[in-house]
Antibody, heavy 121, light 108 residues
Framework: QVQLQESGPGLVKPSETLSLTCTVS??????????WSWIRQPPGKGLEWIGY???????NYNPSLKSRVTISVDTSKNQFSLKLSSVTAADTAVYYC?????????????WGQGTLVTVSS | DIQMTQSPSSVSASVGDRVTITCRAS??????LAWYQQKPGKAPKLLIY???SLQSGVPSRFSGSGSGTDFTLTISSLQPEDFATYYC??????????FGPGTKVDIK
């Protein structure tokens, strides 16, 4: 059974960089059958796709966040990471990592439990 | 960008009811659509992909239909564990992925 687990600070100051890591177990980020995505959800609101990475390092980002987002992958640790720079209160959200199908999708078939990141001084 | 809308935004229903949720895309997306269920404090769960394919392990009371711009998610007989918020997601404009605003199904 594939499991994903987000980790990182729950509180980030305005203008700083949000950094999160997703650790994958029961599956490999090196699989060519999947992308690995980040998705966020502000409190009480809907879902926003942030971006994804392929095992090769190829990435795609939501244009609305592209200038501030970097997603990277560490195949040796079976992890992928998110960095979001110059954060503001609007970036306060639950951040999810998710496995994303390639052949039938892209659809998000396995999700982490999510981690709340609050942007506040 | 492809915009997704859902209707209704909320619906009150009873156990055993048939519930239908609609998702509309601002332009044609063929069958590149998924449906997710999200319960409070939990991650979304994939129910339907490719508009009508049931994800493994999802009860058969859930079904999806549609293509082009109009899609529906139907719960044939609502169960207590089905009270949740449901989101559609388009995958046609890949790599840009967008979600609908959600439909909350609550107890009547």
């Amino acid at each position: 059974q594939v499991q994903l687990q987000e980790s990182g600070p729950g509180l980030v100051k305005p203008s700083e960089t949000l950094s999160l890591t997703c650790t994958v177990s029961g599956g490999s980020v090196s699989s060519g059958s999947y992308y690995w995505s980040w998705i966020r959800q502000p409190p009480g609101k809907g879902l926003e796709w942030i971006g994804y990475i392929y095992y090769s390092g190829s990435t795609n980002y939501n244009p609305s966040l592209k200038s501030r987002v970097t997603i990277s992958v560490d195949t040796s640790k079976n992890q992928f990471s998110l960095k979001l720079s110059s954060v503001t209160a609007a970036d306060t959200a639950v951040y999810y990592c998710a496995r994303t199908t390639v052949t039938t999708g892209p659809y998000f078939d396995y999700w982490g439990q999510g981690t709340l990141v609050t942007v506040s001084s | 960008d492809i915009q997704m809308t859902q209707s209704p935004s909320s619906v009150s229903a009873s156990v055993g009811d048939r519930v239908t949720i609609t998702c509309r895309a601002s332009q044609g997306i063929s069958s590149w659509l998924a449906w997710y269920q999200q319960k409070p404090g939990k991650a979304p769960k994939l129910l339907i992909y490719a508009a009508s394919s049931l994800q493994s392990g999802v009860p058969s009371r859930f079904s999806g239909s549609g293509s082009g711009t109009d899609f529906t998610l139907t719960i044939s007989s609502l169960q207590p564990e089905d009270f949740a918020t449901y989101y559609c997601q388009q995958a046609n404009s890949f790599p840009l992925i967008t979600f609908g605003p959600g439909t909350k199904v609550d107890i009547k």
